[in-house]
């Protein structure tokens, strides 16, 4: 499925235009040929050459992130990147958005999204071990984002239980721009033997292999998915919408992966392929350009769900589980065996042939001729006019009206209250506890967690994996949103004691070809670059999702920012909570004025205002190297990153997750409210046993950390001396029962 | 009077029915070779109190709409009308 | 001697997905794991049978409908007919009801929601496969994750699963109460898992495959296939 948007052409219009593309996309066309292009040929540049599939408006910004590390096996332009993780294994991961579905069928949309991620992974040769799912609603005072956030949720899980890859992460949040367009992000996460990745260049095509299509049959899903789903308002018309909404087959999914993994094993395969959006036409034409090879396709070979399906409904047909195999003639026997046991059709499709012509027959007659490198590699790619918001520069200074210099009267035990029961604060028990998070059994930190670390079945090491968008700041300033997103995900998973490695992403966005739209997507880019050199996480791969928007509004700029890290032993794993009584406490990193776009604005002060934090990533990385290095020696008890709700919530969150109370002392020259709530980056809630503390503490000045020593855990109690006090349970009541009661459900 | 509806929600056709399929093609293990096109729909029965059939129907139509089905992807044939009240 | 080392066959149905795990589980505590077919009609001369969850053939028509008539069911029931100690675990519980080797059936939780959680289990009889080990009264954390685990059955029938006695767990909570509010999913009478007559099959909802790691959950599980291992062990020289 496409996220794409539209042209919002009446039916009259030219062929080309209907099918998305532009006057001079045609004359590209016309020139590559040599002559006029046939219908089903201008179907397939029209579906390779949209957005979704060629990333024309965001190549040039995607080019200048940085992508290559020690780490880095596989870089983008694959399904997915990946990871060497030591031992001879590789991590493979990918994020995609499945939004533009969701808002219309939120239990499919979001099913058939888990679907889509998985196959890039299996396509990879990868085992898939892991999914998450980032989520963005409008608030839940409306029934409709209540029907949203249930059947997206409801969808999640029903697909991942029910091919047995655990949920084990994501997270879910809540912003008024997302009302009419929720953000539905996924990724997954697999593993695989390094040498047996496949790759466009580890296995090669022979002339004479054939090409398998197997899994499910063709049907008229999706068909203009790349059009019609992102072009009418989602408020009306959306029974017009029906052919782009596809139900997914979790069953068949499995099945997929089973019989795939199987055929790689077995060493049956020349290539790989999942299909995804447009189809059969980009799963072809990216296997015979990869080869440097020509593909005679035959149509009439594709098994169809429904008669009477034209040439280009067959080339475009975003139907769902799928794949297509290259297989030399000789393991064909084989191949077919392998899928039957697994109760799945395959049917040979097409032919590779010398060359690079993609020649499609249908009926007998050929219907397409065309270089498969020109659908691939040669499409068209735009600089489009950016353009900062009027008053941006204005803004970007601090300024008097930044909730950071609000007076504060009220009583800031009833803030931390609050902020805890806030949607975007409170615990999304309600929805996690809807997945299955224990499958495969690798599972040692799930959902709730703030990386979650699943085991490397058969060694000590886990990866540490973490999701992060940051859409208030993004809404802000969206280079320092992008920013705090990397920096946040690779703290997430530091916390735990790992070490981040490489990012993947997914840039949710509203209508590029607005002037605005493109500066904050290459404000974002410029911020994810940036913090990804510094904190040597490169980026191997992701997925852009424009064209979120509705009469005019879009969403906020949001990077989506998937973090892979890796944890050498998973007995070090540090856990978020406070774990214990009698351990000190300590906040690692320095806090400052910064109220700017914080949850406290939001919650307590009513506004999304200010400047978000300042990031010296720097400081950022050298806390990330501190928390490997106290948890390689074994030094921390808990360690809890300072998010939303800065200090003040970070405390409360461990002393919640860890059963344990507190008592500390907030005191520095901030007045209370700021020092509790201040969302200073690059700041870590520790504890540690008394043993400990001065090896701690010599340990943050090797690497330049500040360290503050705050006070101790234990007892039900949670005291911040001179300000105020409350208890574990009172904190828990209101942490757990927000969502249920939001969802206006028994708690 | 009360009146009797019964409403079958299907899936449009075309779409893809996972359990349709899945049913079919277990049917042949079971010694079931000639069976095809097998589809999986709901069934929701509901008594409406109403002047009229017709009036009745009328709202059995709006809440199969609204709320049994998903005019997205599903379709609704609301089958008969019986005076609730004789059958009970 | 060499004491020998039970064998136990796990059976991958089409859409199995824990049986990987139940494999890895059995090894775990010491037994030799032998993957089973669905559509094989031989279980491999092992000494015992476990049918893991999973969602067999998407649980499309009705949870463990399906592959209640796989071939393998052939041997299974056979193998429990002869005393064989069988054991469902979630999808593999619904199996054996469908296939009409323990009685009751599965419906959708009370909450129409899938659930996955750590829950406590009250020990109801030492007369199964897989409590042999344990004593009424005992309780044993385990996780739950299932969306259709809901016990239900006809009067007659519960009336007699709770005379003779067939009830082996109960959801309750860590000091072993049990009542409404330790009810995850709406089942009757809180059974979380029942046995048959002869007491060698036995089926339950929670997933002690997934309670032997320490470090991946709780470890209730450990002492449940403690149990079928050395029913295995008992029964290998007993069956012909």
Known sequence: MSDEAVSDEAPGQPLHRRLGLADDELERIRQTLGREPRPAELAMYGAMWSEHCSYKSSKIHLRTLPTEGPAVLVGPGQDAGAVDVGDGMAAVFKMESHSHPSAIEPYQGAATGVGGIVRDIISMGARPVALLDPLIFGPLTTERNRWLLSGVVAGIGGYGNCIGVPTVGGEIRFADAHSANPTVDVMCVGLAEADALVTGSTLTPHDGSVMVLYGASTGRDGIGGVSVLASAALDEGSEASRPSVQIGDPFAEKLLIEASLELIECGLLEGLQDLGGAGITCAVSESAARAGMGVRLDLDAVPLREPDMEAFEILTSESQERMLAIVPPSKLDDVRAVCERWGLDIAVIADLV????????????????????????????????????????????????????????????????????????????????????????????????????????????????????????????????????????????????????????????????????????????????????????????????????????????????????????????????????????????????????????????????GTPPAIDLVQEHALHELLHDAARDDLLASAHDCGDGGLGVALAEAAIDGGNGFAVTVANDLPGHVALFSESASRVVVTVGPEHEDRLIALASAHGVSITRLGETGGPRVVFDGMFETTVEELREIFETAIPRLMQEPV | MRHRFEVLVTLKPGLADPQGKAVESSLPALGFDDVSDVHIGRHVRLDVEATSEAEAREQVDAIAHRLLSNPVIEDYRVIGSSAADEEA | MAIATPRVGVITFLGSLDDRDALRAVATMGGEGVALWHGDHDLQGVDAVVLPGGFSYGDYLRCGAIAGHAPILDEVRAFADRGGPVLGICNGFQ??????????????????????????????????????????????????????????????????????????????????????????????????????????VVGLMPHPEHAVDPDVGPTGGQALFASLLAAALAGAGALP
Not at chain 1, 413 to 430: D, E, F, H, Q, T
Not at chain 1, 431 to 446: E, F, L
Not at chain 1, 448 to 460: E, K, Y
Request: glycine share 12%; proline share 7%.
């Open chain 1, 354 to 609: 010398e060359g690079g012509k993609l020649t499609v027959t249908h009926g007998g007659v050929t219907v397409a001729e065309v270089p498969a490198v020109s659908l691939v590699d040669e499409g068209p790619e735009y600089d489009r006019p950016r353009e900062p918001p009027a008053g941006h520069h204005a803004r970007a200074a601090v300024s008097t009206d930044d909730p950071t210099f609000a007076p504060f009267e009220g009583d800031l035990r009833v803030a931390l209250l609050r902020m805890l029961g806030a949607p975007n604060v409170a615990s999304k028990r309600w929805a996690w506890q809807q997945y299955d998070s224990r499958v495969q059994g690798q599972t040692v930190a799930g959902p709730g967690s703030d990386a979650a670390i699943v085991r490397v079945p058969g060694s000590l090491k886990a990866l540490a994996l973490s999701t992060d968008g940051k859409g208030r700041y993004g809404a802000l300033d969206p280079y320092l949103g992008a920013v705090h997103a990397v920096a946040e995900a690779a703290r997430n998973v530091a916390v735990s004691g790992a070490r981040p490695l490489a990012i993947t992403n997914c840039l949710n966005f509203g209508n590029p070809e607005r002037p605005v739209v493109m500066w904050q997507f290459a404000e974002s880019i410029r911020g994810i670059r940036d913090a990804c050199i510094v904190l040597e996480t490169p980026v191997t791969g992701g997925n852009v999702s424009f064209y979120n928007e509705s009469g005019g509004s879009s969403i906020w700029p949001t990077p989506v920012i998937g973090m892979l890290g890796l944890l050498e032993d998973h007995r070090l794993r540090v856990p978020a909570g406070f774990p214990r009584s009698g351990l000190a406490v300590y906040v690692l990193g320095e806090t400052f004025g910064e109220l700017g776009g914080s949850e406290f604005a939001e919650t307590v002060i009513g506004v999304v205002a």
């Open chain 3, 95 to 200: 199996i054996l009801c469908e296939a009409g080797l323990l009685p009751g059936a599965l419906i959708r939780n009370a909450s129409l929601r899938f659930i996955c959680r750590d829950v406590f289990l009250r020990v109801e009889t030492s007369q199964s496969p897989v409590t042999a080990d344990l004593v009424p009264g005992e309780v044993v954390e385990i996780p739950i994750k299932h969306g259709e685990g809901q016990f239900v059955a006809t009067p007659e029938q519960l009336q007699h699963i709770e005379e003779a006695g067939l009830v082996v767990f109960r959801y309750a909570d860590a000091a072993g109460s049990v009542n409404r509010s330790t009810n995850p999913n709406g089942s009757v009478e809180n059974i979380a898992g029942v046995r048959n007559d002869s007491g060698n």
